[in-house]
């Protein structure tokens, strides 16, 4: 079964601290991976996807195949960045599960 | 619009009463999803439509929801007899492809009284 997981409901951190957030995911096959963000207010947005291998906002995320993994990193975190972020494993055809979220807290 | 446009935006209603949500994806956007988004909670997968194949239901958690999808456009997310634990937002996001970017509208808010 698809399964994905992201173990801290929430995540605190001083401004300028470092950043991140764990995603485990066990599917079978090789699903393309994403991380989503909602800022308050705002629509759920795409962050930033594994295959592109770019940096958004000072953000990264490293596929971990061996650990099924995708975390996503971020060294100087800003307030800026408090927001709920979500993991989401993609198989081609299928729906697209998100994992239940984090929510990140950054604080000066 | 250039977006995914959801309404109503909030909805009221008692319990018991039936509700309609409508979506109007991106044109040309041939996947569709409907999520559900509790007050704190994550994202609850409902319902995918993918063209013209049959559609995955495999999140609708009873009877009482269904979701119906005209061609590759609007879609109608309806709640039957609705209950006090179905108030959340309903969050409607269309795709391009079989896998890519989703984009989500503004959600609807359901309150049941």
């Known amino acids: 079964a698809q399964r994905v997981t992201q173990p801290e409901k929430l995540l605190s951190v001083f401004k300028g601290a470092p950043v991140e957030l764990k995603c485990n995911y066990s599917?079978?096959?090789?699903?393309?991976l994403f991380w989503y963000v909602q800022y308050s207010r705002q629509r759920l947005q795409l962050l930033l996807r594994?295959?592109s291998r770019e940096s958004i906002k000072g953000f990264t995320a490293d596929l971990n195949k061996g650990e099924t993994s995708f975390h996503l990193k971020k060294p100087f975190a800003q307030e800026e960045d408090s927001a709920m972020y979500y993991c989401?494993?993609?198989?081609?055809?299928?729906?697209?599960?998100f994992g239940k979220g984090t929510t990140l807290s950054v604080s000066s | 619009g250039a977006g995914v446009s959801q309404s109503p935006s909030n909805k009221v209603t008692e319990k018991g009463k039936d509700v309609e949500l409508r979506c109007d994806p991106i044109?040309?956007?041939?996947?569709l999803y409907w999520y559900r988004q509790r007050l704190g909670q994550g994202l609850e997968f409902l319902i995918y439509?993918?063209?013209?194949?049959?559609?995955?239901k495999s999140g609708l958690p009873s009877d009482r929801f269904s979701a119906e999808r005209t061609g590759e456009s609007v879609s109608t997310l309806t709640i039957q007899r609705t209950q006090q634990e179905d108030s959340a937002v309903y969050l409607c996001a269309s795709s391009l492809a079989w896998v890519g970017e989703l984009f989500f509208g503004e959600g609807s808010r359901l309150t049941v009284l």
């Open positions: 594994h295959i």
């Open positions: 989401a494993p993609h198989q081609a055809g299928t729906a697209l599960i």
């Open positions: 044109s040309g956007h041939t996947a």
């Open positions: 599917y079978s096959g090789s699903p393309e």
């Open positions: 439509f993918q063209g013209n194949s049959a559609p995955d």
